[in-house]
C-alpha cells in the first residue's frame, strides 16, 4: 500500500514539475540566472521525488526482512528499521553531519601511523615489532588494515577510537616506534551560481571580506574545481577550514560581489568514468569500458539494455560480501545517487573529514 501511495504522489508530482518547467523554459524574458536557478530547482525536486519512491519500496523490503528474521535474531525498534530505510533510499547532496552507512551503522573506524625512529627500518620490521610484543587478543582490540604507506611507515586501522587509544598506549612503550594520528581532510562545500565574470583566484578574499568573516582565525579556502557550468554563473567546489564552515553553513546565502550564492555541505568523490570504479579518474584507468547502465563492457551509449538497470560497483562489492542477506541492491544505474555502494563511500570520506 505505502509503495502504491508513494507512486501516485510522485506521478502527480513529476506531472505539475513538468509545466513549471515548460512555463520556465518559454520564458525568454526572464534574467539568466533566475532561469538557471529555477530549472535547476526543478531538477532537484525531481530528483528527491525519485528517491522518495526508492525509499518506500526499501522500506516494504526492510521491514519484509525484519518480520522473516525476528524469530532468530534480536529485533530491533521501528524506528531503526525505519532510519535504515530512510537512508538507503535517501540524499547525498546535504550533509550537516555525517550520514549512516548502507547497513544503518555509523563508521567509527580510526587510523594510526606507526613510523620508525630508524630511518633505514622497512615495514617489514614494524610489523614484526608489533606482532611479537602487542597482543590485540589480551588487548581486546579490533583491527581491522594494515597497509605499508610510501614514506616507510604503516598505517594500522582500528574499530573504533576505544580501540585506537588502547592500541596508541602499548605502541608508546616500544622505544623504536613512533606513533601519529593521520590528519583528516579539509570539509568540501558546494558554492552555488557563482558569477562567472568573479575569477577563482578572487572567491576567498570577496567570501571573508563581503561577508564580515575576516575576524576569524587562520579561515582556509581552497578552490578545488566547478562543478557545474551555466552561461552566466556556475557552481564551484570549495575546501573550507572547519570554523569557517560553520558560518557558512549558518548564513546559507552568501554575498558575492553582485550575487547572494548558496552554500552546503559536499562531498568530494574521486570516480572513474571508464571502468565506473572510485579512487581514480578514466585518465588513470586500465580496466575496461563499463556500461553505467547494465555493468556490461560497452559505452552507455551503445547500451541497448532499457528494461532492467544493473550497477557494477554493487556488483562488484557482493563478491566480497559472503552473507547474503547483506547482499546490497544492484537494481540501478552506477551513477545514482541513492547507490548503496557510493553512499559507503561517502561514510568513509566523511569519517575522514574534520568537520
Not at 39 to 65: A, Y
Not at 265 to 288: E, P, Q, S
Amino acid at each position: 500500500m505505502a509503495e502504491e501511495a508513494g507512486g501516485e504522489i510522485v506521478a502527480v508530482v513529476i506531472d505539475h514539475l513538468n509545466k513549471v518547467k515548460e512555463a520556465l523554459q518559454s520564458r525568454h524574458n526572464m534574467e539568466k540566472t533566475i532561469k538557471e536557478e529555477a530549472l535547476h530547482s526543478v531538477s532537484e525536486i525531481n530528483n528527491l521525488l525519485n528517491k522518495l519512491s526508492g525509499m518506500f519500496l526499501g522500506l516494504e523490503c526492510t521491514l519484509k526482512k525484519a518480520i522473516t528474521s525476528g524469530a532468530t535474531g534480536t529485533p530491533r525498534l521501528y524506528s531503526e528499521q525505519l532510519v535504515a530505510s530512510v537512508d538507503a533510499g535517501g540524499t547525498r547532496k546535504t550533509h550537516t553531519y555525517p550520514p549512516l552507512t548502507p547497513s544503518g551503522d555509523q563508521p567509527e573506524t580510526a587510523g594510526i601511523i606507526i613510523t620508525p625512529t630508524d630511518p633505514n627500518m622497512k615495514q617489514d620490521s614494524i610489523k614484526q615489532i608489533i606482532r611479537e610484543t602487542i597482543d590485540p587478543k589480551s588487548l581486546k582490540v579490533g583491527v581491522s588494515k594494515m597497509k605499508k604507506l610510501s614514506n616507510n611507515s604503516l598505517f594500522v586501522e582500528c574499530n573504533s577510537n576505544t580501540d585506537r587509544e588502547i592500541l596508541e598506549k602499548e605502541l608508546s612503550k616500544l622505544e623504536t616506534l613512533s606513533t601519529e594520528r593521520p590528519k583528516k581532510k579539509l570539509p568540501a562545500m558546494l558554492l552555488k551560481f557563482v558569477p562567472q565574470h568573479i575569477e577563482n583566484s578572487e572567491i576567498q578574499d570577496i567570501i571573508l571580506q563581503q561577508n564580515d568573516l575576516m575576524h576569524l582565525a587562520n579561515p582556509e579556502i581552497i578552490v578545488k574545481f566547478t562543478k557545474k557550468s551555466f552561461d552566466d554563473s556556475r557552481h564551484v567546489v570549495i575546501q573550507v577550514s572547519p570554523h569557517l564552515r560553520k558560518e557558512l553553513l549558518a548564513k546559507q546565502r552568501i554575498k558575492m560581489k553582485w550575487s547572494m550564492c548558496r552554500i552546503e555541505d559536499f562531498v568530494i568523490v574521486t570516480r572513474c568514468y571508464k571502468c565506473l570504479g572510485y579512487g581514480h579518474t578514466k585518465n588513470f584507468c586500465t580496466n575496461k569500458q563499463t556500461c553505467s547502465n547494465c555493468a556490461e563492457e560497452h559505452d552507455w551509449r551503445e547500451c541497448r539494455n532499457t528494461q532492467h538497470k544493473r550497477c557494477v560497483n554493487c556488483v562488484r562489492a557482493n563478491t566480497l560480501i559472503t552473507n547474503n542477506n547483506k547482499k546490497l541492491d544492484t537494481n540501478h544505474s552506477a551513477i545514482s545517487q541513492s547507490c548503496p555502494r557510493l553512499k559507503r563511500i561517502d561514510s568513509i570520506i566523511i569519517n575522514k573529514t574534520e568537520y
